[in-house]
Nanobody, 126 residues
Framework: QVQLVESGGGLVQPGGSLRLSCAAS????????IGWFRQAPGRERAGVSC????????YYADSVKGRFIVSRDNAKNTAYLQMNSLKPEDTAVYYC???????????????????WGQGTQVTVSS
């Protein structure tokens, strides 16, 4: 069964860090770019980051640039989103998804993503 499972979410104080994981099963991530998205209550899903499958090129939304780091470990069939200097506005459900080979030209393009995880809640609050 093809599946993506996110983990690592939780409650953290402003300025804190979390590392999200996106574990794949039933298929290999080697030939997929991996996108991270988030959806806050009452808002549309937004692209956060993407890492390609070819040269590990990475892309970030302006709102997270310099604070978040996306990575992948193909040997573990897992991708990660390291989130540092978290802010209350980062509160959302975070999702990972796969798209063949290359990241789309814009982070908000979701059409070609074919596998999605169930999401993990991240809450940044004091």
């Amino acid at each position: 069964q093809v599946q993506l499972v996110e983990s690592g979410g939780g409650l953290v104080q402003p300025g804190g860090s979390l590392r999200l994981s996106c574990a794949a099963s039933g298929f290999t991530l080697d030939y997929y770019a991996i996108g991270w998205f988030r959806q806050a209550p009452g808002r549309e899903r937004a692209g956060v980051s993407c890492i390609s499958s070819t040269d590990d090129s990475t892309y970030y939304a302006d709102s997270v640039k310099g604070r978040f780091i996306v990575s992948r470990d193909n040997a573990k069939n897992t991708a990660y989103l390291q989130m540092n200097s978290l802010k209350p506005e980062d509160t959302a459900v975070y999702y990972c998804a796969t798209v063949p080979v290359f990241c789309p030209p814009r982070l908000d393009i979701t059409d070609h993503y074919d596998n999605w995880g169930q999401g993990t809640q991240v809450t940044v609050s004091s």
